[in-house]
């Protein structure tokens, strides 16, 4: 059974730093991985997809990068800006593109 | 360019009530629709999957069922609410078989059972 496992649960850092989330998962027989982020009480906004055939996708200040081999999978947030603070979450599909996701990371960005 | 919309935003039922969230896409078509839940320190869980008109796929043994009588609506029901059935309720829609299966979410239904 496919688990994901996002670490840290919680991150608060100064504007301007560079951060990085992380996302595991148990079975790397994965169809792509998806990066979403969810403001209170709205819904999910698609960040970057990854086919399981690609290692990383860029879209402006963010970048994810995928080792299926290793199950894992890493958000770089680039120069964070208060307008960041949100959860962050990870999910992974099979061939049938049903997500499974992980618990999420919240981040604050402080001024 | 395609938007998904989900209502009512809120709902407030009480205990044994019926209940009806519906979920409509637009801009394209034959669309996979999936309904998830969000509750408090549980993480999102798929409920239902459909990948055509009347074909519903059951994730979670549960009180509530799925309907998707036209190819971009897609309906959660129960005849008789829970209090377990609280929670957040996201309808996601994806391209069909073949494509890279990017799901987009709507903004999602609160639900409230007291």
């Known amino acids: 059974k496919q688990e994901v496992t996002q670490i840290p649960a919680a991150l608060s850092v100064p504007e301007g730093e560079n951060l990085v989330l992380n996302c595991s998962f148990t079975?790397?027989?994965?169809?792509?991985l998806q990066w979403f982020r969810q403001d209170p009480g709205k819904g999910l906004t698609s960040l970057l997809l990854i086919q399981s055939s690609q290692r990383e996708q860029t879209s402006g200040r963010l970048n994810a990068s995928l080792d299926k081999s290793s199950g894992r999978s890493t958000l770089y947030i680039a120069a964070s800006q208060p307008g960041d603070s949100a959860t962050y979450l990870c999910a992974v599909s099979g061939n049938t593109g049903k997500l499974i996701f992980g618990q999420g990371t919240t981040l604050q960005v402080k001024p | 360019s395609q938007t998904i919309h989900q209502w009512p935003a809120t709902l407030v039922q009480p205990v044994g009530s019926p209940l009806s969230l519906e979920c409509t896409v637009e801009g394209t078509s034959n669309p996979n629709l999936y309904w998830y839940r969000q509750a408090a320190g549980r993480g999102l869980q798929l409920l239902f999957y459909s990948v055509g008109i009347g074909q519903i796929s059951s994730e979670v043994p549960q009180n509530l069922s799925a309907s998707r009588p036209q190819d971009r609506q897609f309906i959660l029901s129960s005849k008789k609410l829970l209090l377990s059935d609280s929670g957040f309720y996201l309808c996601?829609?994806?391209?069909?078989?073949?494509?890279?299966?990017?799901?987009?979410f709507g903004p999602g239904t609160r639900l409230t059972v007291t």
């Open positions: 996601a829609w994806s391209a069909g078989s073949g494509a890279s299966y990017e799901q987009y």
């Open positions: 079975d790397s027989a994965i169809y792509n």
